[in-house]
């Protein structure tokens, strides 16, 4: 909802791809229902993949920016060691995570690449577990280094269409569930001392998409108060 109340403020139009069953409430986009139009997608239904991107370019007619956004598939997972892994849950989503959003990135990439001006901006919104691992959390920690590596990669095999691809490394968002230990200790390492709002790491995709951007590609841009900079915990 952060993304689409940023980028429709700066006058795009948005395409919220997702699950039916996590559509949100319709007031919550009652204020940009001229700006943004929610199409389903199912990433563990890679057969229907190409099927949603055809479904946007029916409406809007090219894909300019896109963003991958896994965050809220990690907030409420279960903390389990290696040899308590669930496999097939590690199997799910990981399948839907990377193999899916290798694919739906696929079609709307074909889209920029094909077009006459050859542009467009990819980014992939991650956890800052996927470079700063954090024990227990070994879905996070795949998809996310996955997407690190995507990130870097894409910026450098798309240049010859003139299309920039970024990460953005998010830390522990302000609608995570709070741990037992409280959030004085959970953020005491951190320079920042309090979760990322959601705004901000939204505002920062903005920046990542705009002209203002524009020699800025294959990189990842961390939004963690400053975990993945080292241990900031002061004695």
Known sequence: LALIQAFADNGAK???CVKPEDRPDAAALANYSDR?????????????VSETVQNVLAQYGHIDILINNPMGAFANQARVSLHEMDLDAFTRETD???KGIMRFSKYCAKDMAERPENS??????????GMTAVANESIAVAVSAGLHGLSKMWGVEMRDYHIRANGIAVGVLEDEPSLPCGDAVRFSH?????????????????????????????????VDGGISAGYARSF
């Open 36 to 48: 943004a139009a929610i199409f389903d997608l199912d990433l563990n239904h890679l057969d229907a």
């Open 120 to 129: 467009g901006v990819i980014l992939n919104i991650f956890s800052v577990r």
């Open 14 to 16: 948005v395409a919220l």
């Open 96 to 98: 839907a995570w990377l």
């Open 190 to 222: 951190g320079n920042i001392k309090r979760p990322c709002k959601a705004e901000e790491a939204a505002n920062t995709a903005v920046f990542l998409a705009s002209d203002a951007a524009s020699y800025i590609t294959g990189t990842v841009v961390t």
